[in-house]
């Protein structure tokens, strides 16, 4: 008996597809990220529907994950992007998902991959991710000329696309997400001297794709408000999405318990008159887990503490958020 389940109504997720589409400039396509199970939604399922709705190019995180969407009939653009080892390569080209590229050694060993299989030139279809002021993967500034250098020796790559990703964009303060989009500017205007012309560019994620209509380029790469999610505060006013998803489970016991009984771990609960108990059966198998609560050990520990959550609180939201209880 399953205790606890999502139920996801796909017309809604559709209408959410129809909803961005509205909103693209015209000429820009729509990625439909589909990572991480559609964001615990079912990526089979997912995509199918926002196929049938005319999406043509969808995004996950692995290989393994695009080879799903392959094997259950997805048919457009799948991009893969994050990283990939070399022991995947020949199965992700086979079934023509495009690879991000973010590492100089991997277009040399990739064009070698090229040859053993026998593949005809521009195959293997790349995407090339710059670092812009994500901080993790990438390539920089001083990488280009050596980047075009093994390009120009690849035959079997072909150069689809050049992408970046924001770290801030959902934050109210748009100006690292401004800062960004110049260094992705300067970085692709580089890349055309030295003689490399991707066919797409794209930089939006959801946050993003709202801000700023001028920036959608080729796609914009959406997985947050397909899901019916607003990327963070502020955004709601923009596009009218429906939630496609709600959480059931069954009651299993049911009784009275009285005033003062201690519930779940840690008696963090404590029942404050007599009253009528319902348990349902939600624990770590459903993703549900139980942090450390924090007990602060006098005085000291209890300001250390408040004044760091505090001060994290004020970087990231700035001073004049309205809390709203
Ligand atoms: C997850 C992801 C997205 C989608 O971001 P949303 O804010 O959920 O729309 C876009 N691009 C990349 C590279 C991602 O990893």
Known sequence: MAGTWIEVDLDCLTENYQEVIKHLRPGTRCMAVVKADAYGL?????????????????AVTRVEEGLILREHGIEGLILVLGPTTREEWPIAIAAKLQLTISELSWIEELNETGLKLGLVDQQIQVHLKLETGMGRTGFRFSELEELSIALSKSNY?????????????????????IEQYERF???????????????????????????????????????????GHYPGQGFSDKLNLRDPWLAKSRIVHLREVPKGTYV????????????????IPV????????????????????????????????RYHGWSRTVRA
């Open 42 to 58: 079912g990526a089979i399922e997912v995509a199918r529907s926002l196929q049938r709705a005319g999406c043509e190019a969808f």
């Open 283 to 314: 624990g770590y198998s459903d993703g549900f887990g139980v942090a450390p609560h924090f007990v602060p050990q006098g005085w000291i520990d209890f300001f250390q503490n408040y004044y760091k959550k505090f001060f994290s609180f004020i």
């Open 264 to 279: 779940g771990y840690q008696s963090i609960y404590h029942t404050k008159q007599a009253t009528q108990l319902a348990v």
């Open 185 to 227: 500017k300067s970085l692709t205007n580089r890349l055309e001297e030295l003689g490399i012309r991707p066919t797409w560019k794209h930089v939006c994620n959801s946050a993003a794709f709202l801000d700023y209509p001028e920036w959608h380029h080729d796609f914009v790469r959406i997985g947050t408000l397909l899901i």
């Open 157 to 177: 790559l072909h150069v689809a696309g050049v992408y970046t990703h924001f770290a801030r964009a959902a934050q109210r303060d748009k100006r690292y997400t």
